[in-house]
């Protein structure tokens, strides 16, 4: 079964424009993960963020973590063209033996 | 460094058939995965190798797939028979040791059954 739930589904936006996508999850985790997908290839990693960190930064994506809520969300700024994929969390549950669990995921279209 | 890679990219078979694919992960990384993606959803684990063993396939169904990673290196996962169900994307990963993140993803083999 899928622990992360990603919203929305979809997002479309205009180039230049933020881009934001949350993710929740419901069993205690280690850690938190970001993939990217783009359309026929495999997923890419993105970001981490450990179950004690609250916020992590990478170029133009930023990421929170509230535990206490089980949330996450993905930021991305200034958005590209190249930015259009699909965008995954990945939780690692505390007691799942570091097996990911992947929501559905978010599907980004940035238009130019 | 190389990547994952995976044959075939694209598969198309009748239900009943058979199929195999292949995975050779990142050189050095003892830890390999299989997913399957449905359209529309995220990956789902199959199975984990840390070198030549198993460390889960509680998911994978086993009385029509199978997977094996003889040498420790690269693995084939099989279905047999195919069912319609099983249309998806089949992706492998690998990562340097078991609970290592992230995971590294080839291309994957996109099969459709007919």
């Known amino acids: 079964s899928q622990q992360g739930e990603e919203d929305p589904q979809a997002l479309s936006i205009q180039e230049g424009e933020n881009a934001t996508m949350n993710c929740s999850y419901k069993?205690?985790?280690?850690?938190l993960q970001w993939y990217r997908q783009n359309s026929g290839r495999g997923l890419v990693h993105l970001i981490l963020?450990?179950?004690?960190?609250r916020e992590k930064h990478s170029g133009r994506l930023r990421v929170t973590l509230d535990t206490s809520k089980k949330s996450s969300s993905l930021l991305i700024t200034a958005s590209r063209a190249a930015d259009t994929a699909s965008y995954f969390c990945?939780?690692?549950?505390?007691?799942?033996?570091?097996?990911?669990?992947f929501g559905a995921g978010t599907t980004v279209t940035v238009r130019a | 460094e190389a990547g994952v890679a995976q044959s075939p990219r694209y598969k198309i078979i009748e239900k009943r058939q058979s199929v195999a694919f292949w995975c050779n992960p990142i050189?050095?990384?003892?830890?390999l995965y299989w997913y399957q993606q449905i359209l529309g959803q995220g990956p789902k684990l199959l199975i984990q190798?840390?070198?030549?063993?198993?460390?889960?396939d509680s998911q994978l169904p086993k009385d029509r797939f199978s997977a094996e990673r003889l040498k420790g290196v690269d693995s084939t996962l099989k279905i047999q028979p195919a069912k319609l169900e099983d249309s998806a994307v089949y992706l492998c990963?690998?990562?340097?040791?078991?609970?290592?993140?992230?995971?590294?993803f080839g291309d994957g083999t996109r099969l459709s059954i007919l």
């Open positions: 990963a690998s990562s340097l040791e078991w609970g290592d993140q992230p995971q590294h």
């Open positions: 069993t205690s985790i280690n850690n």
């Open positions: 963020i450990r179950s004690n960190e």
């Open positions: 990945a939780t690692d549950a505390s007691s799942n033996d570091y097996k990911l669990s």
């Open positions: 050189s050095g990384h003892a830890t």
């Open positions: 190798f840390q070198n030549n063993g198993v460390v889960d």
